[in-house]
């Protein structure tokens, strides 16, 4: 094996095993008990040592060595590996009636009145044996058709979760240990982002991800993908006794430094199986590992044997199914739904088909990018997916199954709710509908923030009544509130000629506002607060504003192209100008700002906090201080410029205090507005 004629130093043979030891210690803590105990670069490190001594001396290397994991040559085919103890299937059960028949089953081949089983997740990935002899894994090998299966060593020793040697007390000579390799559900969303980045194939679901990675014959791209690995069982044992129990065997395999799950339960009888179903099937979403069912397995090991086997399945063992997450239907048609943020969302009409335990009739396909990528057509058969609580997607349409004459799917460039230009703005993935205020998708949500407190500040127009309004047809813009009169709000539901008073005269009240409250009250895209008012400190009135070309807007702090894109393409909306106009003619109207350079902003850069009751409103005072540049805060900290307090402050005074920081009275806050910052220390 060594080609090396440098002859190895005991000192360093010593080194190397110190160091294999202790890596496969750490590696161990970090896979298998997910409890690292050194940081990362520490074992990076080790790693390497390691490494530049096997490279020095190669008689060093052993089968178990950490090195071993980051993969070698690529093969040219998988061998053949012969199971010396053939991996079973297992039955399946989908209600609880038949997992009461199996149960009766299993009670008269014993003749027993109670069984206890060991209850486990049926895990999604792929069956694994691992041959561990003397305590090495010497062999990894997939299951194939039960009998022969292919050799994937070089690819399970890239796998941290599967220990290279065994530790702990009374290891068999010979053991198989089997399990499942599966994709942890992030690593699997993970691999998916880097494979369209690099534009490489993308998998349908962890399993498939899993199963690709797995049967690599190179095996250093194996070594790139986030398997894991749990262990439920055992093969070839020879050379020790295993325990009684399935549960007692597994917990073998845990002291033996394998990895077993922490989920399986001892349950006795059909009740316990069914509770043990439930509690597991509503944690399915919440576990970061994609299981399909549950394994019940008779626990005891004689009993076990006692049933024995109908053809390739165990009769003291059974899969209760979950309802199945992704199934086959038909796409009737694609339709384009209109968000409120205007995100033009493809949406596949389907042949309805139970999914998840629900019926399913629609399903997403995200955006542009993925509706061509997964190059779904209308007609063409489909897998619909439906995890949890998530909306249900199109995960792949079934090429072979294609009707001739299919014709791919275009976003269009007109939204087909307002006919308003769709923009794609460069590097997003979401094509979006330009038409703001004016598109009815999304008239509901942008009355509803144009109302908001920090927008006009509308009291007592609630999102309820929005939704009302506009759905009787009352109002079809911002601007259509200014003419509600109180007969007819006091004729909707739940209104009463008092709220209908009060709501006109608190309409009347927001007509007197500010200009980067207007601009932000307007929800043009990424408009908030804050490039609201730099815009309009900037520019000091609306005109300008809508004049600037993009190249101007970009002179603004913090807008960038995205932004100045957002508002140009807000502004050559004739019908958002119309909105505006009559918003203006209604009586809205605020002050226009003398523009300052942001250096003579004499707040700019400074965070100020407001606590305890104010005799102004908040919002006027937070206004005033945003115009000469400072920033209203809500919390305080070492950076805060200072702090003004009003009656009754609690925590932010003490807190400010605490730190030293100036605290200032109303009397205070008058001198700031006007400029005097000596009172900020
Ligand atoms: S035991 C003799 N336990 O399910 C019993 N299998 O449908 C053989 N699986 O090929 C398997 N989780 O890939 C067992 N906790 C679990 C399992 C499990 C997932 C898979 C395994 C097997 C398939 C059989």
Same mark, same amino acid.
């Given at each position: 094996m060594s080609t090396s004629n440098k002859t190895l130093p005991a000192k360093d043979k010593q080194r190397a095993a110190e160091l294999r030891e202790q890596l496969n210690y750490h590696n161990y803590r970090y896979y298998?008990?997910?409890?690292?105990?050194?940081p990362d670069a520490e074992y990076d490190r080790m790693l390497r040592e390691l490494q530049g001594l096997e490279e020095h001396y190669?008689?060093?290397?052993?089968?178990?060595?950490?090195?071993?994991?980051?993969g070698g040559e690529a093969l040219s085919a998988f061998a053949e590996v012969q199971h010396e103890v053939p991996m079973l299937s297992l039955g399946n059960v989908f209600s609880e009636e038949e997992l009461v028949d199996f149960d009766r089953r299993c009670r008269e081949g014993l003749d027993v009145d109670e069984i206890e089983y060991l209850a486990e997740p049926k895990l999604d990935g792929l069956a694994i044996s691992l041959l561990y002899e003397d305590g090495v894994l010497v062999r990894g090998a997939t299951r194939g058709d039960g009998a022969t299966g292919e050799d994937v060593t070089h690819n399970v020793k890239?796998?941290?979760?599967?220990?290279l040697r065994l530790t702990g007390?009374?290891?068999?000579k010979r053991l198989e240990v089997r399990g499942e390799i599966y994709m942890p559900k992030k690593g699997f969303e993970e691999l998916n982002q880097r494979q369209r980045d690099n534009h490489a194939k993308v998998f349908a679901n962890p399993r498939n991800a899993a199963a690709g990675s797995l049967r690599q014959l190179d095996s250093s791209i194996t070594a790139t993908r986030p398997l894991s690995m749990y262990c439920y069982g055992v093969g070839v044992v020879e050379g020790a006794r295993l325990a009684k129990t399935h549960q007692a065997t597994l917990e073998q395999l845990r002291s033996w430094g394998l990895r077993v799950s922490n989920e399986p339960a001892v349950v006795k009888g059909v009740k316990a199986c069914e509770a043990y179903y439930e509690q597991l099937l509503a944690r399915r979403d919440a576990l970061d590992y994609e299981i399909d069912g549950i394994v019940y397995k008779v626990n005891r090991h004689d009993q076990q044997q006692a049933l024995g086997f109908v053809s390739r399945a165990p009769r003291w063992a059974i899969a209760r199914k979950f309802p199945a997450q992704e199934e086959m239907t038909r796409v009737l048609a694609i339709d384009i739904q209109v968000g409120r943020t205007g995100a033009l969302t493809p949406v596949a009409r389907l042949e309805p088909v139970a999914v998840g335990g629900v019926i399913v009739t629609n399903a997403t396909l995200h955006n542009e990018d993925e509706i061509r990528r997964k190059d779904v057509r209308v007609g063409d058969t489909v897998i619909v997916r439906r995890a949890g609580d998530v909306i249900p997607e199109v995960?792949?349409?079934?090429k072979s199954k294609r009707k001739k004459g299919a014709r791919q799917f275009k976003v269009p460039?007109?939204?087909?709710?307002?006919?308003s230009e769709v923009v794609r703005v460069e590097g997003e993935a979401v094509a979006r509908c330009s038409?703001?205020?004016?598109c009815p998708a999304q008239r509901k949500e942008s009355i509803k923030h144009f109302a908001s407190r920090r927008a006009?500040?509308?009291?007592?127009?609630g999102d309820k009544l929005v939704e009302q309004l506009v759905d009787a047809g009352?109002?079809?813009?911002?601007?259509?509130l200014y003419s509600l009169r109180v007969e007819q709000l006091a004729?909707?539901?739940?209104?009463g000629e008092k709220s209908a008073t009060n709501l006109v005269a608190a309409l009347e009240k927001s007509k007197s506002t500010t200009l980067p409250r207007f601009i932000f009250a307007?929800?043009?895209? *990424?408009?908030g607060e804050a490039t609201a008012l730099n815009l309009a400190t900037h520019f000091g009135s609306l005109e300008k504003i809508i004049k600037a070309t993009e190249a101007q807007l970009e002179e603004?702090?913090?807008?960038?192209p995205v932004v100045a894109k957002n508002i140009v393409a807000f502004d050559h909306q004739a019908h958002n100008r119309e909105v505006i106009d009559k918003l203006i003619r209604a009586g809205v109207h605020w002050a226009d700002i003398k523009t300052r350079l942001?250096?003579?902003?004499?707040?700019?850069?400074k965070s100020i906090v407001l606590t305890g009751s104010?005799? *102004?409103p908040r919002n006027a005072i937070k206004d005033k201080l945003q115009a000469l540049g400072a920033k209203v805060s809500s919390s305080v900290s070492?950076?805060?410029?200072c702090v003004i307090a009003g009656a009754d402050a609690g925590s932010k005074l003490a807190r400010a205090q605490d730190l030293g920081i100036p605290v200032l009275d109303e009397a205070a806050l008058k001198k700031l507005l006007a400029g005097d910052i000596s009172l900020l220390g």
């Open positions: 298998v008990l997910d409890d690292p105990e050194i190669p008689e060093l290397r052993s089968a178990d060595s950490p090195t071993q994991r980051v890239t796998i941290g979760a599967i220990p007390k009374g290891i068999p995960v792949s349409s079934i460039t007109k939204c087909p709710e307002c006919g038409g703001g205020l004016f006009m500040d509308i009291d007592g127009l009352m109002i079809h813009d911002v601007a259509d004729a909707m539901e739940r209104m307007l929800g043009i895209r *990424e408009v603004v702090t913090d807008v960038g942001l250096g003579e902003q004499p707040l700019a850069g104010l005799t *102004e070492k950076k805060t410029a």
